[in-house]
């Protein structure tokens, strides 16, 4: 069963539905974004006949958005619980402490941030929405007196984004205070099959271009990141999905890598995959893996066979968020065809309505290993370049 919701779904899962006869839920959102009749659309009141007859039915959706009609409808359910018990990262944060005694991070209400003693605060340390999406409000502080500063970045940030999503996705009247972790940066698209066994569909390194950058600018995936990574990334998912009994259960996960190879989890999001149709689409445009089909036909990528083509290339999601300095009202258009040009092999690129959203697009490219300036060029970029003023 698929819903999808605001505010996009790209035409490869539009496709996918429509090739394989999944079962899309009819929602006003829904067909909104999907115009096409021939789809197998099924009414909301069917829909929860389905998964009350069978609660392990399996549930995909593009987008958080979508939370709130899944706590209305499937309140009965065990489902709204498990969203819950990751999407607030305060609630997360308690339901792994055990696996994690000696993580600290301190749940605090937004109005209460300006009362906040830092003296009992260890720095460097990360302060973010408890509920969040796009790095919205999320910032690194180093040390004492960055705090006013950031704390003004913040109210301007929420002020900004006021409106564009609904509390279910981002949420900002409690946030969250952790330590900072130390190490690489990684996303992880999986499921929990039917026997609540973690199935792994991509791994990316998320690079920053500072320690201060918290920001999504780009995400790669290559072979030799799932090498590295897979077999400690299912242990650790496995640990986390036992904590709340995930079967047929689709998440993205960001977590950080220490030097010692151990894994420490950022935030896990339920029932989708990357945003915007980012991560999951480009498993097939890297790999061949449609992990919408892979999820709800239980499939596992066979990595030994997938990989062995995939020798000295790296896949990348450029997120194109408007870092320019320059309010939308002053910018004519984003170059496009300027940006394309940068790039060794663009894969896809899909634009967004920088008036109704802080981001230009996002582009999917190809980059072989001796080219790899370009991902570094476009990662500390400001994009000014691409941008026609009025």
Same mark, same amino acid.
């Given at each position: 069963?698929?819903?999808?919701?605001?505010?996009?779904?790209?035409?490869?899962?539009?496709?996918?539905?429509?090739?394989?006869?999944?079962?899309?839920?009819?929602?006003?959102?829904?067909?909104?974004?999907?115009?096409?009749?021939?789809?197998?659309?099924?009414?909301?009141?069917?829909?929860?006949?389905?998964?009350?007859?069978? &609660?392990?039915? &399996?549930?995909?959706?593009?987008?958080?958005?979508?939370?709130?009609?899944?706590?209305?409808?499937?309140?009965?359910?065990?489902?709204?619980?498990?969203?819950?018990?990751?999407?607030?990262?305060?609630?997360?944060?308690?339901?792994?402490?055990?696996?994690?005694?000696?993580?600290?991070?301190?749940?605090?209400?937004?109005?209460?941030?300006?009362?906040?003693?830092?003296?009992?605060?260890?720095?460097?340390?990360?302060?973010?929405?408890?509920?969040?999406?796009?790095?919205?409000?999320?910032?690194?502080?180093?040390?004492?007196?960055?705090?006013?500063?950031?704390?003004?970045?913040?109210?301007?940030?929420?002020?900004?984004?006021?409106?564009? %999503?609904?509390?279910?996705?981002?949420?900002?009247?409690?946030?969250?205070?952790?330590? %900072?972790?130390?190490?690489?940066?990684?996303?992880?698209?999986? %499921?929990?099959?039917?026997?609540?066994?973690?199935?792994?569909?991509?791994?990316?390194?998320?690079?920053?271009?500072?320690?201060?950058?918290?920001?999504?600018?780009?995400?790669?995936?290559?072979?030799?990141?799932?090498?590295?990574?897979?077999?400690?990334?299912?242990?650790?998912?496995?640990?986390?999905?036992?904590?709340?009994?995930?079967?047929?259960?689709?998440?993205?996960?960001?977590?950080?890598?220490?030097?010692?190879?151990?894994?420490?989890?950022?935030?896990?999001? &339920?029932?989708?995959?990357?945003?915007?149709?980012?991560?999951?689409?480009?498993?097939?445009?890297?790999?061949?893996?449609?992990?919408?089909?892979?999820?709800?036909?239980?499939?596992?990528?066979?990595?030994?066979?997938?990989?062995?083509?995939?020798?000295?290339?790296?896949?990348?999601?450029?997120?194109?968020?408007?870092?320019?300095?320059?309010?939308?009202?002053?910018?004519?258009?984003?170059?496009?065809?300027?940006?394309?040009?940068?790039?060794?092999?663009?894969?896809?690129?899909?634009?967004?309505?920088?008036?109704?959203?802080?981001?230009?697009?996002?582009?999917?490219?190809?980059?072989?290993?001796?080219?790899?300036?370009?991902?570094?060029?476009?990662?500390?970029?400001?994009?000014?370049?691409?941008?026609?003023?009025?």
């Amino acid at each position: 069963m698929i819903l999808i919701d605001k505010p996009y779904v790209s035409d490869f899962l539009i496709k996918t539905i429509k090739e394989n006869k999944f079962q899309i839920v009819s929602t006003p959102e829904a067909k909104s974004l999907i115009s096409d009749k021939s789809l197998n659309w099924i009414s909301p009141k069917e829909a929860k006949t389905i998964f009350a007859k069978d &609660p392990t039915t &399996p549930i995909y959706s593009n987008s958080e958005n979508a939370i709130n009609w899944v706590n209305k409808n499937f309140s009965a359910s065990k489902l709204p619980t498990q969203i819950q018990s990751f999407k607030n990262k305060i609630k997360f944060r308690e339901l792994v402490k055990d696996i994690f005694p000696n993580y600290f991070f301190k749940g605090i209400e937004y109005k209460e941030l300006e009362n906040i003693s830092l003296e009992n605060l260890e720095f460097p340390f990360i302060i973010k929405p408890a509920i969040g999406f796009f790095s919205v409000g999320v910032h690194k502080i180093d040390k004492p007196d960055e705090w006013p500063h950031v704390l003004e970045k913040i109210k301007l940030e929420i002020a900004d984004i006021e409106g564009l %999503y609904p509390n279910e996705v981002i949420d900002t009247t409690h946030f969250i205070i952790e330590e %900072y972790i130390e190490g690489e940066e990684f996303a992880i698209d999986c %499921y929990f099959n039917k026997k609540g066994e973690a199935v792994v569909l991509n791994i990316l390194h998320h690079i920053f271009s500072s320690g201060k950058d918290v920001s999504d600018r780009v995400y790669t995936t290559s072979k030799e990141i799932i090498e590295k990574h897979i077999f400690k990334a299912e242990d650790f998912l496995n640990k986390i999905g036992a904590k709340t009994d995930l079967k047929n259960f689709p998440i993205h996960v960001e977590v950080r890598i220490d030097k010692n190879g151990k894994i420490n989890p950022i935030e896990v999001n &339920p029932l989708r995959f990357g945003g915007w149709c980012t991560t999951g689409d480009l498993s097939w445009y890297a790999y061949g893996i449609n992990s919408y089909e892979y999820f709800l036909y239980q499939k596992k990528p066979d990595w030994e066979e997938i990989l062995k083509t995939k020798k000295d290339k790296k896949y990348n999601i450029i997120v194109l968020d408007n870092n320019s300095g320059f309010k939308e009202s002053e910018i004519e258009y984003f170059d496009y065809e300027k940006l394309l040009k940068d790039f060794e092999n663009p894969l896809i690129l899909r634009k967004v309505d920088f008036n109704k959203y802080p981001v230009f697009g996002f582009l999917f490219t190809e980059t072989s290993f001796e080219n790899e300036k370009e991902i570094n060029q476009i990662l500390t970029s400001n994009l000014k370049k691409y941008i026609k003023l009025y």
